[in-house]
């Protein structure tokens, strides 16, 4: 069974810095496409960032220049480093990966992490 577990998130105040993490596990054949959204209350989800297996990018333009995706994948593990945090920042943050199967059809599945909060507040 795959699994995204994040970490990373917490309290830090206007202008600090996160890095978060999102590590996949189980059994699968690869991943493909891995991404960060956040959803702030009221609002729907959105897209912050996401990355290829290749390493190719698209970040929002709204974190452009503040935030950095990144993947490692022989840990089957992504990165959001987030520099400059504004309160409107504030959301839950939730991993996004593109999975394989192991399995002789070799389908490809969407897998959400349980989401991590983080408050950018003084």
């Known amino acids: 069974q795959v699994q995204l577990v994040e970490s990373g998130g917490g309290l830090v105040q206007p202008g600090g810095s996160l890095r978060l993490s999102c590590a996949a596990s189980?059994?699968?054949?690869?991943?493909?496409?891995m991404g960060w959204y956040r959803q702030a209350p009221g609002n729907e989800r959105e897209l912050v960032a996401r990355?290829?297996?290749?390493?190719?990018?698209n970040i929002a333009d709204s974190v452009k220049g503040r935030f950095t995706i990144s993947r490692d994948n022989a840990k089957n593990t992504v990165y959001l480093q987030m520099n400059s945090l504004k309160s409107e920042d504030t959301a839950v943050y939730s991993c996004n990966a593109h999975i394989r199967t192991a399995s002789a059809s070799r389908l490809e599945y969407s897998y959400w992490g349980q989401g991590t909060q983080v408050t950018v507040s003084s």
């Open positions: 189980g059994s699968f054949a690869s991943i493909n496409l």
């Open positions: 990355i290829t297996s290749d390493g190719i990018t």
